[in-house]
């Protein structure tokens, strides 16, 4: 058959073929206003996404604000309430200034791109989230990928570097192992080599810190003028968006050179009312941080896992990816979601549960999550 008389598509064939003998083929799980399964796959880390208070938080900016921002912030999208928002988060985690965006996705492209570009070093730890790694890639700087938390590997990259300009990029709390990198080495090390130091804090803010205010405002680098802290509202603020914060410097200049942040539709009234909202209860009940990595540390009780958690991750490794999926769909069956990670989001060999704690969990809740784990578990063994 000629080309002429081919699909363009039709290559998409084997490639699905592929992915299901791999068992690594991927489906959308829909679910209801309420949930019929005990949740122990979403990131809410606090339980904000659904209080009262947060709700109404983004049913007060729907009503004042509208149900979009109407365009880009640099046109019509910015509201007092996005910079009230901003100087409210900034002041809580130590930072100088903030900077919203439509998502934590967008706010990682904006905030590396804008302060990378041609003729500098990108320095990345192997397993920084998906949206940094597109940075790296859209960045048009030398990338080089250092082992997971390989400090030395990264002073090594740092010192045989010819750029003038250098950034490194880590993640604070990895999102799929849950644990730590090793920030205040890392950033000795920046500081050594006139580097800069860009933390994604997505799963460091709420759960680490006094207060949850992040992994930085806990090892004493919170408003570091070498520092810029990348986060998400989606997580532990159970809302929606994406912030850049650190100098003003910073700032004022990804206004004047984000992409992401000028030709994008600003975040909308609802989402920043109700991140707002996030906030001013985490303030209010601090202890919310710490009840999260309390139930963190029950649940790897339960599996069997050997190291008290350092986040809201639990992650239990069971090797081959029918295996994983199979003790999710047995925890399902059960009445309890658990998230199933397969490869490439995890190394090959490595896929696992991942089991996300809440501060909210109540007694019975960890009763049922732990009749269900050890049941799901044994039949493994």
């Not at 990338?143 to 997971?148: A, G, L, R």
């Not at 002073?155 to 570097?161: I, N, V």
């Not at 009940?285 to 710490?290: D, L, T």
Request: proline share 4%; hydrophobic share 45%.
């Amino acid at each position: 058959m000629t080309r002429a008389g081919l699909s363009p598509l039709a290559w998409l064939d084997e490639v699905e073929r592929q992915r299901r003998a791999d068992g690594l083929r991927r489906s959308l799980r829909t679910r209801t206003p309420v949930g019929a399964e005990l949740d122990l796959a979403s990131n809410d880390y606090l339980g904000l996404s659904q209080h009262p208070a947060v709700i109404e938080g983004g049913v007060s900016a729907l009503r004042t604000w509208g149900a979009g921002s109407t365009g880009s912030r640099l046109v019509t999208g910015n509201t007092e309430l996005h910079e009230g928002f901003e100087r409210a988060l900034a002041e809580f985690v130590g930072a100088e200034s903030a900077l919203v965006f439509s998502s934590g996705y967008t706010a990682n492209l904006g905030a590396v791109v804008a302060l990378s570009g041609a003729g500098s070093l990108l320095v990345s730890d192997a397993l920084t989230h998906a949206s940094l790694v597109d940075a790296c890639r859209l960045s048009r700087a030398r990338v080089v990928v250092t082992p997971h938390r390989d400090v030395a590997a990264v002073e090594a990259a740092l010192a045989a570097r010819t750029e003038e300009r250098a950034v490194v990029l880590t993640d604070s709390v990895f999102s799929a192992d849950g644990v730590l990198a090793p920030m205040r080495a890392l950033h000795d090390v920046c500081r050594r080599h006139g580097a800069l130091l860009i933390v994604d804090e997505a799963h460091g803010l709420g759960v680490r810190g006094d207060g949850g205010r992040g992994l930085l405002h806990e090892v004493g680098l919170a408003g570091a003028p070498d520092v810029v802290m990348t986060t998400t509202l989606s997580k532990a603020l159970g809302s929606q968006g994406g912030v850049v914060l650190g100098p003003t410097v910073v700032r004022d200049h990804l206004i004047d050179a984000a992409r992401p942040f000028i030709f994008d539709t600003g975040l909308a009234p609802a989402a920043v009312g109700a991140a707002w909202a996030a906030l001013e209860v985490l303030i209010a009940e601090p202890w919310r941080a710490q009840a999260v990595l309390d139930r963190a540390a029950e649940l790897a009780s339960v599996c069997a896992v050997d190291e008290r958690p350092e986040s809201a991750v639990v992650s239990v490794i069971l090797g081959e990816p029918e295996v994983a999926f199979g003790a999710a769909l047995a925890c399902l069956d059960r009445g309890l979601r658990v998230g199933c990670f397969r490869p490439p989001t995890v190394p090959v060999g490595t896929s696992r549960l991942r089991l996300t704690a809440r501060a909210s969990l109540t007694g019975d809740e960890m009763t049922l999550a732990r009749a269900v784990l050890t049941d799901a578990l044994s039949a493994l063994a």
